[in-house]
């Protein structure tokens, strides 16, 4: 079946059977995708380390409120 065929039949289905059709397709969508994750949680730690070590640059957290709120 194509994807166009797919539209069409999916154009007569009841609002509340539309509904259901576009959720289970969202939510296919947002599954986390295990290699970034990784890469995520190794920058992460990286970074994490090198606070901890000092090495590196903070920025105080009420400096970026006022900062934010100047915008």
């Given at each position: 079946?194509?994807?166009?065929?797919?539209?069409?039949?999916?154009?007569?289905?009841?609002?509340?059977?539309?509904?259901?059709?576009?959720?289970?397709?969202?939510?296919?969508?947002?599954?986390?995708?295990?290699?970034?994750?990784?890469?995520?949680?190794?920058e992460?730690?990286?970074?994490?380390?090198?606070?901890?070590?000092?090495?590196?640059?903070?920025?105080?957290?009420?400096?970026?409120?006022?900062?934010?709120?100047?915008?």
């Open positions: 079946m194509t994807v166009k065929e797919i539209e069409k039949k999916s154009l007569k289905l009841k609002s509340i059977e539309k509904i259901h059709l576009v959720e289970a397709i969202l939510s296919s969508l947002d599954k986390p995708d295990p290699d970034i994750e990784k890469a995520w949680l190794k992460a730690t990286v970074r994490f380390s090198a606070y901890e070590k000092g090495e590196l640059k903070t920025i105080p957290f009420e400096t970026v409120i006022k900062k934010i709120k100047r915008k």
